[in-house]
């Protein structure tokens, strides 16, 4: 699977993110943990250490956020956001909150390591944004059902639109997404923009199929309580964009033989 997704920064973390395990049923990772404080990492389209400080500041509010504090950030990380990658914060700052001493981040040290105020503020590292609010634009949803829509819809989205929505339902509920409309820009490797959807709480795992055209994708239905939705528009053409519905039901009412479902 190509690796150019924002949260792939955290695929190294998933050595780590597997010895903490499931807990109440869901994958417990910082991808979790960071809902919970409202204090989330992003880093560039581009990958890794692409944002200057100005578009580290353009990342947040793009999704109605504001560049972390440090006190937001400790709080955070108190309750477990682990996050081994620098970004830009309040105030200029960079740096990356610690939970776990690790020989290869952190210096052996817990805590928010702070590279200090950046004199240079076109220097290139990741961002944490603040923002305790639902956005239209992803989010996590964990009522037994919901319609999640591209960002407008049904005006048209916007070019350079990067959502995730991590779905979690209660344990030993699956999930079934049933789509209602579909039109994204059609390329024939869905390069440009797409919907992806992953069996899992994360975009690193479970990869179950990406989409694009105007082509009503089948129902996908999920093997555990958490599900992963992940849309991305490129810098031109856009369309009129998706609008879908999940619906959760007891996974006991589900026969074996049918989970083949899945794409
Ligand atoms: C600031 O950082 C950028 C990116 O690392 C670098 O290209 C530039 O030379 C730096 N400017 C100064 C004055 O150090
Ligand atoms: C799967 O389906 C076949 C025939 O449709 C049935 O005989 C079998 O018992 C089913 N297995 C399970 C696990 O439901």
């Known amino acids: 699977m190509n690796c150019f997704s924002l949260l792939c920064s955290l695929g190294f973390l998933l050595k780590e993110a597997q010895a903490w395990g499931f807990k109440n049923g869901i994958f417990h990772n910082s991808i979790w943990l960071e809902q919970a404080a409202g204090v989330y990492h992003r880093e560039s389209r581009k990958g890794r250490y692409q944002l200057t400080f100005k578009e580290a500041k353009a990342v ?10 440090h006190e937001q950030l ?19 700052h960079v740096g990356y909150p610690i939970v776990k001493p690790g020989a290869n981040c952190g210096f052996g040290k817990i805590g928010v390591v702070d ?9 290139r590292w990741d961002v944490y944004c603040y923002n305790p609010d639902s956005k239209e634009c992803g989010g996590t949803l964990t009522d037994p059902q919901r319609i999640i829509q591209s960002p407008g ?12 929505w991590h779905i979690r339902v209660r344990l030993g509920q699956r999930i079934q997404l049933l789509f209602q409309e579909f039109d994204l820009e059609e390329d024939s ?3 440009a923009d797409y919907l992806e959807v992953y069996d899992s709480y994360d975009d690193v ?8 055209g105007d082509y009503l994708p089948d129902d996908i239905i999920s093997t555990g309580n958490v599900m992963t939705l992940k849309f991305l528009s490129d810098a031109s053409v856009t369309a009129g964009g998706f609008r879908l519905q999940y619906v ?8 074996q033989n049918q989970s083949h479902y899945f794409h």
Do not use: M
């Open 248 to 255: 959760t039901f007891d996974a006991s009412l589900f026969s």
């Open 205 to 212: 795992s479970g990869f179950a199929g990406r989409y694009c």
């Open 74 to 92: 400790e709080a955070a990380r108190q309750i477990g956001f682990h996050v081994c990658a620098a970004g830009w914060f309040d105030r200029g």
């Open 153 to 164: 819809f049904p005006e048209e989205y916007q070019d350079e639109q990067i959502c995730y």
């Open 115 to 123: 590279y200090g105020v950046r004199r240079n503020k076109s220097e």
């Open 60 to 69: 947040c509010k793009y999704e109605g956020g504001k560049l972390a504090t």
């Open 189 to 191: 490797g869905c390069l």
